[in-house]
Structure formats: structure tokens, C-alpha cells
């Protein structure tokens, strides 16, 4: 009986077969290009509608206009039916709406515990913040649009309800600054959102910054001529609001609304971005 001795042979294994669990010199990790930028952002905006709260709440844009520009219409003087009127009107609801709208697209991360899948399929937090603000802002946009638009057609038939001319006293750079005052008081719910990273928490921060703080600023400035003298430095409220009165800003009034949106929006929101990249998601 005779026995056979096998030696074996060094050779080199196929292209990217590891041997013994160690990955050879030919092996190859397999890599994913990143999502596009367009695609988290269809899919944000996806977010803001595909719920029935979510799609009710952007279809009350269209009918707090309709609402608004019917009060005009049953209420106003027959000399204050204009399109100026109505614009003015359509302007308090949406100030109170679209910074909901902005807050609950940022929350509804940690609200609704989607943070994990979202962040797992996207490790970048930064593009996924980016995208729910582009979102955001574009929803407003695109609803203060509609929300003029109604507003236009409550004019004429306004007008024509109360037998008087149409009147459009409302200019372009005027519609402008309604719709830049709109997206400023969205962009401070959005950076609540950010900061607070809680639905009832960033929208009751909301409402304190658009009714409470602004009386008390009034209140001061009404009792201290100190100031008086520096509200529009340091009420952004203040400044903001006036935008929906006026055709122009000047010089001071222009650098007054950059420095007060630097300390209540840019501030903020860059600490509140600092925490979203630290903070632990479940």
C-alpha cells in the first residue's frame, strides 16, 4: 500500500476573493456614488404632503386666503376695497401658517422617529437640513403665490360687489416685501425647528417670538427713550413686519433688518445646526 502526499502550491487566489477572512492586495471595497441632492429634496417635499395633516395643512393656504379675502369683502368700507387691502389681510394668517409649516418639516424628524432611517440612508445631516429648507421656503413661496393670486381675484369681485373701481394700489416691489416677510417669519420656525428638534416646543417658541416679544419691545420703547432709540437695532420682529407695509428700504433700514436677522435667525440657527450634527438620533 502506498501513500500519496499531496504539497500544495502557492498561487494567487482570484481578483477580490479573500482567503482565511483577510482581504488580498486585489480585493475591491464596493462603493456607492451619494443620493443626489434633487432626489432628498423631492423626497422632503414628498414629506410635507403624503399625510392627510400634512396635505390639510398646506391646503389651508388656499382657503385661510379665500377666508381672509371673503372678510375684506363683508367688512371693509366700500372705499377700502382694494388690492392692498386684501394683500394686508392674506399676510396675518399666512405670518402664523407657513412658520408651522416650516417647524413641522424639520420635527417631524425626531417627532415621528424617521431620524434613524433618514440619517442612516443619508450620513450627511447637513444636505438633509439643506433640502427640508429649500423645501420649506419653496412651499411658502409658492403658497403666498396662490395666496395673492386669490387675493387679486377677491379685488375684483369686491369691486364689482360693492360697485366701486378696481383698485390696484399694491405694487410689485410692495408684493415683494410681503412675500420676503413671509419667508423671513418661515425661516424663524425653521430655525426653531432646528434648535428645538420639538413640534409643540419650536411652535410654541414661535408664538412667544410673534405676539409676546413684540409687546414687550412695544411696551419698552413706549416707557424708555433709551430704547426707542435702538428698537431697530435689536427687534427683529419690528423689522420684519414693517415689510409688509412698505415699497422700499433704505440705507438704515436695510442694514438694521441684516443685523437683527443676524442675531435671531443666523445665531440660532447655526447653534441649533451644531447640535442637530452632535445630537443622538433614535
Do not use: C, H
Not at 8 to 23: D, H, K, N, R
Not at 63 to 77: G, K
Not at 105 to 116: A, F, H, K
Amino acid at each position: 500500500m502506498s501513500t500519496t502526499t499531496i504539497t500544495p502550491t502557492s498561487g494567487t487566489p482570484a481578483s477580490g476573493t479573500p482567503t482565511s477572512g483577510t482581504p488580498t492586495a486585489g480585493a475591491r471595497r464596493t462603493t456607492y456614488p451619494p443620493i443626489p441632492f434633487g432626489r432628498i429634496l423631492g423626497v422632503e417635499l414628498r414629506k410635507m404632503f403624503d399625510t392627510r395633516s400634512g396635505f390639510w395643512l398646506l391646503m389651508s393656504i388656499g382657503i385661510l386666503a379665500v377666508l381672509a379675502s371673503a372678510a375684506v369683502v363683508l367688512f371693509a368700507p366700500d372705499e377700502e376695497i382694494a388690492y392692498g387691502s386684501f394683500a394686508g389681510a392674506i399676510g396675518i394668517p399666512m405670518s402664523i401658517l407657513l412658520p408651522v409649516i416650516a417647524v413641522l418639516s424639520v420635527t417631524g424628524e425626531w417627532s415621528q422617529r424617521s431620524g434613524l432611517t433618514t440619517f442612516t440612508l443619508v450620513p450627511s445631516r447637513g444636505r438633509v437640513i439643506a433640502a427640508k429648507a429649500v423645501a420649506a421656503v419653496g412651499v411658502g413661496v409658492a403658497g403666498m403665490a396662490v395666496a395673492l393670486a386669490v387675493g387679486a381675484l377677491g379685488n375684483v369681485v369686491g369691486s364689482q360687489l360693492a360697485g366701486v373701481p378696481t383698485q390696484w394700489d399694491a405694487t410689485a416691489a410692495n408684493l415683494g416685501f410681503i412675500v420676503l416677510a413671509s419667508v423671513l417669519g418661515q425661516l424663524m420656525g425653521f430655525m426653531l425647528g432646528v434648535l428645538v428638534r420639538n413640534s409643540p416646543g419650536a411652535i410654541v417658541g414661535y408664538f412667544v417670538y410673534a405676539f409676546i416679544v413684540p409687546t414687550l419691545s412695544g411696551v419698552l420703547a413706549s416707557t424708555q427713550d433709551w430704547y426707542r432709540d435702538v428698537q431697530q437695532w435689536v427687534d427683529f420682529q419690528y423689522n420684519q413686519t414693517s415689510l409688509y407695509d412698505t415699497v422700499g428700504l433704505s440705507g438704515d433700514e436695510a442694514a438694521q433688518l441684516a443685523v437683527t436677522a443676524g442675531l435671531w435667525l443666523v445665531l440660532p440657527m447655526l447653534v441649533g445646526l451644531w447640535l442637530v450634527s452632535r445630537s443622538e438620533v433614535k
